[in-house]
């Protein structure tokens, strides 16, 4: 069935870079999501990537796509104590739909 | 800053109380979702919304009833909750609900006594 993992938790200092990896089932995606959210508040769209590309870059933000492995990872650079937060990767699944399957979301936790 | 819009923030409801909760987008997105979401996990899906006519239902209980009484707004009705209903009830839209990317509100957090 359709399912998307990620590890549950990354601790690192500022000013170091934070990797969040995630994989999923579904080959039909077509875009591939990274969400944010912080304590008490909704999810924030972080950045998508479309399932021909391998790479985007936005800022500090590295998206990676490997799409033979079904790996999505996000990389940012100089992580700040703002980044705490919980990072949920994203896909659509199967079927021509709207509806999200979630990771269950990894907590970032950055230490001063 | 959040393109949509859910109003209460907070909502503390008894067992016998009607309420709702309401949703805006300006965007001029033709898809309105609502997810559940409980403490430490990913979103639900509850309902899905496509150019104001209900396309997807996740099973919901009835006491959940939803409305869309127009392409900018979407409602929650809630009547006779249970204490495990409390959760944080997010409000997406996107432009249409064919695989484009969807945009959350803030939420409603509500508790049910």
């Known amino acids: 069935g359709e399912d998307v993992e990620q590890s549950l938790f990354l601790s690192v200092r500022e000013g170091d870079s934070s990797v969040i990896n995630c994989t999923y089932t579904?080959?039909?995606?077509?875009?591939l999501y990274w969400y944010k959210q912080e304590p008490g508040a909704g999810l924030q769209l972080l950045t998508y990537?479309?399932?021909?590309?391998d790479m985007k870059q936005d800022q500090r933000l590295t998206v990676l796509l490997n799409k033979k492995d079904k790996h999505l990872s996000l990389r940012i650079a100089d992580t700040q104590t703002g980044d705490s937060a919980i990072y949920f990767c994203?896909?659509?699944?199967?079927?021509?739909?709207?509806?999200?399957?979630f990771g269950q979301g990894t907590t970032l936790q950055v230490k001063p | 800053d959040t393109e949509v819009t859910q109003t209460p923030k907070h909502l503390v409801m008894g067992m016998t109380n009607k309420k709702s909760l309401k949703c805006e987008q300006h965007?001029?997105?033709?898809?309105m979702y609502w997810y559940k979401q409980k403490a430490k996990k990913p979103p639900e899906l509850m309902f899905v919304?496509?150019?104001?006519?209900?396309?997807i239902n996740e099973s919901v209980p009835s006491r959940f009833s939803p409305e869309c009484p127009n392409s900018s707004l979407l409602n929650l009705h809630l009547h006779a909750l249970q204490p495990e209903d409390s959760a944080l009830y997010l409000c997406?839209?996107?432009?249409?609900?064919?695989?484009?990317?969807?945009?959350f509100g803030n939420g409603t957090r509500l508790t049910v006594t």
């Open positions: 579904d080959s039909s995606s077509t875009y």
């Open positions: 994203a896909e659509h699944g199967s079927g021509n739909t709207g509806k999200l399957i």
């Open positions: 997406a839209s996107s432009q249409d609900d064919r695989r484009s990317p969807l945009h």
């Open positions: 990537i479309f399932s021909n590309m």
């Open positions: 965007m001029g997105h033709r898809a």
């Open positions: 919304y496509s150019y104001e006519k209900l396309s």
